[in-house]
């Protein structure tokens, strides 16, 4: 059974830093893709950040500021989101996801390219 747990949501204020994590089992971590999505109040969940099994990293436009960094650690079957200086606008349930994708290389924000999510971890921010 693969199974995603995401970790390291909390209420914070403006301006400080979070770093989420994501422990992934049920499948060897490093042959797979892996990506942070948030879903936001009223909003649709979108990509964040991807990083590919060969650890090409990709940002979306949540993330294009620069103030989020993506990594894994496959000994650790850990994917992480770092996020700094958080905006109320960042608010919402942030989900790990994992797939193999279209393309051996590089990863995409196409949710239908990640067949297994954990259940999100809620990253609220406000003063």
């Known amino acids: 059974q693969v199974l995603l747990v995401e970790s390291g949501g909390g209420f914070v204020q403006p301006g400080t830093s979070l770093r989420l994590s994501c422990t992934v089992s049920?499948?060897?971590?490093?042959?797979?893709?892996a990506g942070w999505f948030r879903q936001g109040p009223g909003k649709e969940r979108e990509a964040v950040s991807c990083?590919?099994?060969?650890?090409?990293?990709?940002y979306f436009e949540a993330s294009k500021e620069g103030r989020f960094t993506i990594a894994r650690d496959n000994d650790k079957n850990t994917l992480y989101l770092q996020m700094t200086s958080l905006k109320p606008e960042d608010t919402g349930m942030y989900y790990c996801?994992?797939?193999?994708?279209?393309?051996?290389?590089?990863?995409?924000?196409?949710?239908?390219?990640?067949?297994?999510w954990g259940q999100g971890t809620q990253v609220t921010v406000s003063p």
């Open positions: 990083i590919s099994r060969i650890g090409t990293v990709t």
């Open positions: 996801a994992a797939g193999s994708g279209p393309l051996w290389a590089s990863c995409g924000a196409n949710r239908s390219d990640y067949p297994y």
């Open positions: 049920g499948l060897t971590f490093g042959d797979y893709h």
